[in-house]
């Protein structure tokens, strides 16, 4: 056991900020053996998502935390960041942003990549969405990894990860990982996201709920590539990707994108540990992304608000709806916006003319099954593939290795 793997939030003997040590704030945490489940119990600082592993679980931790010597005083960093963006100009950035909006919103079918949903209120929009009772797949996922933590460390352990470099893409507060740390005992954690400002306030929660363990945070746009910077262990990469983001891929991307991730460049033992939503009825998926809310249709619309600010365009929100079916020969959900009336779109000395019932594509969530998801890990070129499911089938998360 990594003495950094300990969560300290369990602990209540944690102190405030007393030193700084070259550029990095140093944090002294006083550690203290376990007192059993009682102590997770009761301190207020506790962060509740590693509290739902099974009792078995929680005896693991406590006879881990067995291992320290009474008031053994860890050390908490604050994590190191690295911006894969630093190299463009904020300037050279937005134009190429621009760009992008502006040709897929000209093209005879339009379209906005999905990518523009998350400013900062798509964000909470999407973390309400997970909230709501149609939107199955963030609490099925959850209940898939609570019920399966152990066995997914064994089945590291025995792909010969035992300690491996965990890369959690689109770590967004990192909940997830902060459950999964402490069953697959990193050497180092990599959390990457394109909101490069709250991941940094993330990681460093991360990092003082366990002081010793290695941490990087990276700031990328990993849908363009997965180069990632020489700071992170190019030994036992294991890809954290949970969420079923990767059905917001179109399924030629998604075989390239896991390609990636198999590929030797990654390091010699390399894994993927990925949620994935399963195709089920039609009626299930389609109320999942149509609720009686609306906040999905919000979520939806709040994309044209980020396009004027990105743009500089002057969509009319009130002047369109949000549309959403699932296309069952293509096995995806399709997410539209349809103009309610006929309308112009302008932006820069350009415009564009829609139709009442016109729509721009904002985004496609593919839905797999167990066997085509098997195959498509396969084609990448992972060899061992595993996967655990809820009683229902509705979502599955899929270990794969090389
Ligand atoms: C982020 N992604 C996996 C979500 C999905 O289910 O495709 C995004 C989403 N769109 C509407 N609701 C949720």
């Known amino acids: 056991m990594q003495a950094g793997l300990l969560p300290a939030m369990g602990r209540p003997g944690a102190v405030g900020y007393c030193a700084t040590h070259a550029s990095h704030a140093v944090k002294t945490i006083k550690s203290y053996r376990l007192p059993g489940k009682t102590a997770f119990q009761s301190n207020s600082n506790r962060n509740d998502s590693i509290l739902d592993p099974p009792e ?28 894969v963006y630093a190299g463009k100009s904020p ?40 909230a709501l009772d149609e939107y199955y797949p963030t609490r099925t996922e959850a209940g898939i990894f609570a019920a399966a933590y152990p066995q ?63 941490i990087v945070g990276v700031g990328m746009d990993f849908s363009a590539g997965l180069a990632l910077p020489d700071e992170v262990q190019d030994e036992d990469r294991v890809f954290f990707y949970p969420g079923s983001s990767l059905g917001n891929f179109q399924p030629e991307q ?42 999905t249709a919000a979520f939806n619309k709040n994309l044209l608000r980020n396009v004027n600010e990105l743009l500089g365009a002057d969509f009319e929100v009130r002047q369109w709806r949000h549309v959403a079916f699932f296309n069952a020969g293509l096995s995806r959900i399709e997410m539209h916006l349809e103009a309610i009336c006929d309308l112009t779109v302008s932006w820069s000395g350009h415009s564009r003319r829609f139709l009442a019932g016109e729509r721009i594509h904002t985004e496609s969530s593919y839905k797999y099954t167990v066997e085509s998801m098997t195959e498509l890990l396969r084609q990448a070129g992972f060899r061992q593939v595993r996967h655990w499911s809820d009683p229902k089938d509705w979502f599955a998360v899929f270990w794969a290795a090389v």
Do not use: W
């Open 152 to 214: 997914m460390a064994q089945a590291l352990a025995q792909a010969g990860l035992p300690h491996p470099c965990l890369i959690d893409l689109g770590a967004g507060n990192c909940a997830k990982a902060l459950a999964l740390i402490p069953y697959l005992q990193p050497r180092q954690y990599v959390p990457v996201d394109i909101s490069v400002e709250f991941l940094k306030g993330a990681a460093a929660q991360v990092q003082n709920n366990f002081p010793a363990l290695g």
């Open 91 to 130: 300037a050279r950035q937005a134009a190429s942003t621009a760009r992008e909006l502006a040709d897929s919103l000209m093209a005879p079918e339009a379209s906005v990549s999905p990518k523009y949903f998350y400013n900062t209120l798509g964000s909470r929009l999407f973390e309400a969405i997970t």
């Open 56 to 83: 078995k679980a929680l005896l693991k931790l406590s006879d881990n935390f067995l291992d320290l010597a009474p008031d053994a005083a860890l050390t908490a960093t604050t994590p190191r960041f690295i911006n």
């Open 254 to 295: 998604a075989l390239q994108f896991l390609r990636q991730m198999a590929d030797p460049a990654q390091g010699k033992a390399r894994g993927l540990l990925i949620g994935i939503d399963l195709v089920k009825d039609a009626a299930v998926l389609q109320t999942a992304y149509d609720d009686a809310l609306g906040v």
